[in-house]
């Protein structure tokens, strides 16, 4: 049994762990939206992101330790130093959670993001994956305050935002690809 203050260990090849962090993902509907999500829900992603602010640089580096221990095939698609990526993503983390009230702001931005991935080689299949790591950086980072809400409130976030962002690069694939002889 962990501390009530310890944070949780996600160790690589600990199959209790990756069991019971994989049975607790949801599969994210296309129609997760802002609207849908309630009050108390985008309160407890403030709340929480506000705890992992002060320490944003060590939670996006946990982050990516995650990521690369889920997929280390994906680290040849980063180009830019990892300290760099953490800036952006914490950066881009902090937008969502300030404009999820907003999506008339929020999915335009969404939705550029999700055209942009395509040059860098994102798939479909990689958005489970990095939802999955930030998931885990989250409960690492929050410990005890990672409670089950809090866990769904980020799940219904992360959903809309790989959903968002995976209509984006749908578009973008869409143009690329030759037109149908009519």
Same mark, same amino acid.
């Given at each position: 049994?962990?501390?009530?203050?310890?944070?949780?260990?996600?160790?690589?090849?600990?199959?209790?762990?990756?069991? !019971?962090?994989?049975?607790?993902?949801?599969?994210? !509907?296309?129609?997760?939206? $802002?609207?849908?999500?309630? $009050?108390?829900?985008?309160?407890?992603?403030?709340?929480?992101?506000?705890?992992?602010?002060?320490?944003?640089?060590?939670?996006?580096?946990?982050?990516?330790?995650?990521?690369?221990?889920?997929?280390?095939?994906?680290?040849?698609?980063?180009?830019?130093?990892?300290?760099?990526?953490?800036?952006?993503?914490?950066?881009?983390?902090?937008?969502?959670?300030?404009?999820?009230?907003?999506?008339?702001?929020?999915?335009?931005?969404?939705?550029?993001?999700?055209?942009?991935?395509?040059?860098?080689?994102?798939?479909?299949?990689?958005?489970?994956?990095?939802?999955?790591?930030?998931?885990?950086?989250?409960?690492?980072?929050?410990?005890?305050?990672?409670?089950?809400?809090?866990?769904?409130?980020?799940?219904? !976030?992360?959903?809309?935002?790989?959903?968002?962002?995976?209509?984006?690069?749908?578009?973008?694939?869409?143009?690329?690809?030759? !037109?149908?002889?009519?």
């Amino acid at each position: 049994m962990r501390k009530p203050h310890a944070p949780l260990v996600w160790a690589h090849g600990d199959s209790r762990n990756e069991t !019971a962090f994989s049975d607790s993902l949801r599969l994210f !509907a296309p129609s997760v939206t $802002p609207e849908a999500m309630t $009050p108390e829900q985008v309160q407890l992603l403030r709340e929480s992101f506000a705890r992992i602010e002060p320490q944003a640089e060590i939670a996006a580096l946990v982050f990516y330790r995650n990521l690369f221990t889920l997929a280390p095939e994906l680290r040849g698609m980063f180009s830019t130093s990892i300290e760099v990526q953490a800036r952006k993503l914490m950066d881009a983390l902090r937008y969502t959670v300030a404009t999820l009230e907003k999506p008339d702001e929020l999915v335009p931005v969404l939705e550029g993001l999700g055209r942009r991935h395509v040059a860098y080689g994102t798939k479909d299949e990689h958005y489970a994956i990095v939802t999955q790591a930030l998931l885990q950086m989250l409960a690492e980072v929050l410990g005890r305050n990672f409670t089950a809400p809090t866990a769904a409130a980020w799940q219904d !976030a992360l959903g809309f935002v790989c959903a968002t962002m995976q209509r984006g690069a749908h578009a973008v694939e869409e143009l690329g690809r030759p !037109a149908a002889h009519q």
